[in-house]
């Protein structure tokens, strides 16, 4: 009984039980409307399975936006390095959805091979594109990314975007963002000052200790308390 149960167990397929990842790639190869066609991309999405990448990654050229944009977001839950090159070309999209969507799933792999694809898209046209922008150069903390992340912080229009850069040079921890994080300190956007203030923390510098005790004055309490935090870390 005990040998019956454990063929059962390893070999499902062979008494009827589908591999659903295997499933759905052939309903994606059927024929289907463009909703239905969307729904499968989003469900192979979420098996992150990368055995789904080959079947998507002619979906990238379709004429039809959303069927781009879910492609991406299906390629980007693998996180497989294969998914880079197919993806590049889709960071000069006419949609900004499709171009948030493809950064992002770049933004997955981590890999250094992104970085220099994704630097000319902290000058996007949408805030949202430079958004996660910021964010994916952030996380994978290259000495490449720091000086265009100070440029963000320095002029972007959004305040949000130049918090986010405020956020990923404090995880970059390279030096060079000591003197525009400082400056930062005085900006009139109490957020920035409050993620200057963190990102400060991070740098043991006489410069940056007599900029957080100024800091300490701030008129937001915020600002006043992660200065003093960063302080006492830096101690």
């Known amino acids: 009984m005990l040998v019956c149960f454990l063929i059962f167990a390893v070999v499902p397929a062979a008494y009827g039980q589908s591999d659903p990842v295997d499933k759905l790639i052939k309903k994606l190869n059927g024929k289907q409307s463009t909703i239905l066609k969307m729904g499968t991309i989003v469900e192979l999405g979420k098996t992150g399975d990368p055995r789904i990448i080959d079947p998507l990654i002619p979906l990238l050229r379709d004429e039809n936006i959303a069927i781009r944009f879910f492609t991406a977001q299906a390629l980007g839950n693998t996180k497989d390095l294969r998914i880079i090159d197919p993806l590049i070309p889709l960071l000069k999209d006419g949609d900004q959805g499709v171009r948030v969507a493809t950064v992002q799933a ?13 630097i000319p898209l902290l000058k996007d046209e949408s805030p949202g594109v430079r958004t996660v922008t910021v964010q994916a150069l ?21 305040d949000d975007v130049r918090v986010l850069a405020a956020l ?68």
Do not use: M
Request: contains cysteine; proline residues 6%.
């Open 168 to 235: 990923a040079l404090c995880t970059d921890k390279d030096a060079r963002a000591i003197d525009p994080l400082i400056a930062a300190l005085k900006d009139k956007y109490a957020n920035l000052r409050l993620l200057s203030a963190a990102a400060l923390g991070n740098f043991k510098d006489p410069r940056v200790i007599d900029a957080l005790n100024a800091a300490l004055q701030d008129t937001d309490d915020r600002v006043r308390a992660q200065a003093a935090e960063s302080l006492e870390k830096i101690k």
């Open 106 to 118: 770049l933004g997955n792999t981590k890999d250094p091979r992104i970085v220099d694809p994704l």
């Open 138 to 158: 952030g996380e994978i903390q290259d000495p490449r990314t720091t000086e265009p992340l100070i440029a963000v912080l320095k002029g972007d229009v959004s």
